[in-house]
């Protein structure tokens, strides 16, 4: 099932995804709902961000060949990480598919993006195991991590490196049923495949996450853990591209990026 | 004024605190509310969060005695910062006055704790100058940085930390009206005073963070900048220990501290 959050004339609704038509639901996919009779055509819909975290998880570092990478290109020496201490994104950061990517007007770059498989929870858990940590999630979406590798490297924290408006792009939709650890995510650059990487490399999974994150602080419904990138992923971001995170069971994420005039 | 968030009877409401007494407000103190004819004795209430923040800043290091401190206490040689680069904590973290701060069994410690000013943002702003950033904030409230050094040493992230389930106790009202360059914050112990401080020492004021942040990021209603703390907070959290943070207009933020059994 894919559910995802909708907006008509002014009015906001959850909804079931059933190709190119969406059924109306009365209620929210994070608590309780009915389905309804009305059906719309996806396409007349504005197709909102399918969260509102309260709490915004992100793996960071989470695959080797990724960490490799900028090892290479950064001629640094960094290890993969050797527990799985989450970080922290801004909620602020968040924007919907087709919402613009805006690079600020001093940004010194370059500015990349890293396209992650995102869990959503649905239910509040605290204390869970490996075994049983899949409990508490709803379903997955996609997240876009766009980061300026500059204020990266000069700030004390990754606040506007990684927290600028629309920096976060999630969505479209939320599915249900996947297994975290063997899904394809791949990310277009103007139409075209730049990477393309599988789910089952994660350093951490999302179950140990969840059980190490569970054993210290309550997940809620509506919070969201981005699972990290593997792969490179070049060129880096330019004034009027659009970029696309695709993952065949939950949509393609896409987003214009315009660069802020000075 | 002095705003807050209470329940009775499994209702919440925001109310207006007059001495002991709360008159009820109809709707939200970041929206649109209506002065009711109702008032309520404040120890008949329960005093809640006064807000839920979407995104949670905090300044973190933001006065020199504290780095001072710090730095003679671990024998480090930590800098005052060079630009206010903003922090975040997790939303997941907070608690309201009376909540009870729980240590995790297998906290290594010390578990410390810094009494904050709060500033509480009640407008959506962007592009704020110094002069004009306290136009979007709605008052100021208290909060508690509780952290475990241990892992703060130990962690590459500040997740355990600083955001385990009610280590940011916040509250227990916001007042309108504060110049927060000119407050006396006051932090005891099982009632016995262990630190006091003038707002008029933070290195960067809260209209010189306000004013960085929206250079990048959109400020929302009931989003929250910690704006630190100075001096040092000894001696470290134990369990039965009762933790006070004082303002005379904000009120008294009182959290109990109880460690987990193994």
Same mark, same amino acid.
């Given at each position: 099932?894919?559910?995802? $959050?909708?907006?008509? $004339?002014?009015?906001?609704?959850?909804?079931?995804?059933?190709?190119?038509?969406?059924?109306?639901?009365?209620?929210?996919?994070?608590?309780?709902?009915? !389905? !309804?009779?009305?059906? $719309?055509?996806?396409?007349?819909?504005?197709?909102?961000?399918?969260?509102?975290?309260?709490?915004?998880?992100?793996?960071?570092?989470?695959?080797?060949? $990724?960490?490799?990478?900028?090892?290479?290109?950064?001629?640094?020496?960094?290890?993969?990480?050797?527990?799985?201490?989450?970080? %922290?994104?801004?909620?602020?950061?968040?924007?919907?598919?087709?919402?613009?990517?805006?690079?600020?007007?001093?940004?010194?770059?370059?500015?990349?993006? +890293?396209? +992650? /498989?995102?869990?959503?929870?649905?239910?509040?858990?605290?204390?869970?195991?490996?075994?049983?940590?899949?409990?508490?999630? /709803?379903?997955? !979406?996609?997240?876009?991590?766009?980061?300026?590798?500059?204020?990266?490297?000069?700030?004390?924290?990754? @606040?506007?490196?990684?927290?600028?408006?629309?920096?976060?792009? #999630?969505?479209?939709?939320?599915?249900?049923?996947?297994?975290?650890?063997?899904? !394809?995510?791949?990310?277009? /650059?103007?139409?075209?495949?730049?990477?393309?990487? =599988?789910? *089952?490399? #994660?350093?951490?999974?999302?179950?140990?996450?969840?059980?190490?994150?569970?054993? %210290?602080?309550?997940?809620?419904?509506? *919070?969201?853990? @981005?699972?990290?990138?593997?792969?490179? =992923?070049?060129?880096?971001?330019?004034?009027?591209?659009?970029?696309?995170?695709?993952?065949?069971?939950?949509?393609? /994420?896409?987003?214009?990026?315009?660069?802020?005039?000075?």
């Amino acid at each position: 099932m894919k559910f995802g $959050h909708f907006e008509q $004339h002014g009015k906001t609704f959850y909804g079931i995804v059933e190709g190119d038509q969406v059924v109306e639901l009365d209620g929210s996919i994070f608590d309780s709902y009915k !389905t !309804t009779s009305k059906k $719309h055509a996806l396409s007349a819909l504005k197709t909102l961000l399918p969260c509102r975290p309260a709490n915004f998880y992100c793996a960071g570092i989470n695959y080797v060949a $990724h960490i490799e990478w900028g090892n290479k290109r950064k001629g640094t020496n960094t290890k993969p990480p050797a527990k799985a201490d989450i970080g %922290y994104r801004s909620p602020s950061a968040l924007c919907a598919t087709g919402e613009t990517i805006l690079i600020p007007a001093d940004s010194p770059g370059p500015v990349q993006y +890293e396209g +992650e /498989l995102v869990a959503v929870v649905g239910k509040k858990a605290k204390n869970l195991t490996e075994a049983n940590a899949l409990s508490c999630i /709803l379903g997955y !979406t996609l997240g876009n991590d766009v980061s300026d590798r500059g204020w990266q490297a000069s700030d004390r924290t990754l @606040w506007r490196a990684k927290n600028c408006d629309n920096w976060k792009p #999630m969505g479209p939709f939320i599915a249900t049923g996947l297994d975290p650890l063997a899904l !394809t995510v791949k990310v277009n /650059l103007d139409g075209k495949e730049v990477s393309s990487y =599988t789910t *089952d490399k #994660m350093i951490f999974s999302a179950q140990h996450y969840i059980a190490k994150i569970t054993q %210290y602080t309550t997940l809620w419904p509506g *919070d969201v853990l @981005w699972l990290g990138v593997d792969n490179a =992923t070049i060129p880096d971001l330019q004034d009027g591209m659009v970029c696309e995170v695709i993952q065949d069971d939950i949509g393609v /994420l896409r987003n214009p990026v315009a660069r802020a005039k000075a």
